[in-house]
């Protein structure tokens, strides 16, 4: 089955408490992004990588840190810097061919 | 730089009503455009796109044509359904992450 996995979908953390969260892909893209979405709010990007082993800050990068090891995996720490990390996290891939962007379905972290 | 504005929401149709969400863009050169749907708790599921010019993209009855003269690419649907509720984001393209605008939220009654 192929496409982009966001696990777990629902997460709940202590303040606090970092939280890693996953976004795996097998669908051979180049690129992969996250973004932030806040309820009844638009989508803010926080990191993107192009290629593997580089990655660059979004609008939105402070308390967070992401790692791109290898090409299918592009997992995001949420750190107890980021004042307020309730928030749904997507994911998001591209090729290198087109700028079309594909979507994760998304992880719903709350911070108690 | 590149920017999208896109009309705010909510808008609220009834079923069969033809449905226009406005979309326009800032944009150097010529980039490709989108527009993409959520549907409460899920990602983003890209629903059309253009690459140029003049272009009309179109799936599951939703139109939107690439105005280069009026910078814009606004969404319709003749007739639309309970089922086609949900959050609709246009997005800019180009060499660096995708530009979206705020989102537009449409609910549609029976």
């Known amino acids: 089955d192929g496409g982009i996995t966001q696990s777990p979908k629902y997460l709940f953390r202590k303040e606090g408490q970092n939280v890693t969260l996953s976004c795996e892909q097998n669908l051979n893209h180049d690129a992969m992004y996250w973004y932030r979405q806040d309820p009844g709010q638009g989508l803010r990007l926080i990191y993107y990588?192009?290629?593997?082993?580089?990655?660059q800050k979004g609008d939105i990068a402070e308390g967070y840190s992401v790692s791109r090891e290898k090409k299918e995996s592009f997992p995001l720490t949420v750190t107890s810097a980021q004042k307020n990390p309730t928030a749904f996290y997507l994911c998001?891939?591209?090729?290198?061919?087109?700028?079309?962007?594909?979507f994760g379905p998304g992880t719903r972290l709350t911070v108690l | 730089g590149n920017s999208v504005t896109q009309m705010e929401g909510p808008v609220t149709l009834s079923e069969e009503a033809f449905l226009t969400i406005n979309c326009t863009y800032t944009?150097?050169?010529?980039?490709?455009l989108f527009w993409y749907v959520q549907y409460p708790g899920e990602g983003l599921q890209l629903l059309l796109k253009?690459?140029?010019?003049?272009d009309k993209g179109s799936n599951k009855g939703f139109e939107a044509t690439y105005r280069k003269e009026t910078t814009s690419f606004h969404l319709e649907k003749g007739s639309v359904q309970v089922s086609d509720s949900a959050v609709y984001f246009c997005?800019?393209?180009?060499?660096?992450?995708?530009?979206f605008g705020k989102g537009t939220r449409l609910s549609v009654i029976a």
């Open positions: 997005a800019l393209g180009g060499n660096t992450p995708l530009v």
């Open positions: 253009a690459t140029k010019a003049d």
């Open positions: 998001a891939t591209r090729t290198g061919v087109t700028d079309t962007q594909y």
């Open positions: 990588s192009q290629i593997v082993n580089d990655f």
């Open positions: 944009a150097t050169g010529y980039p490709s």
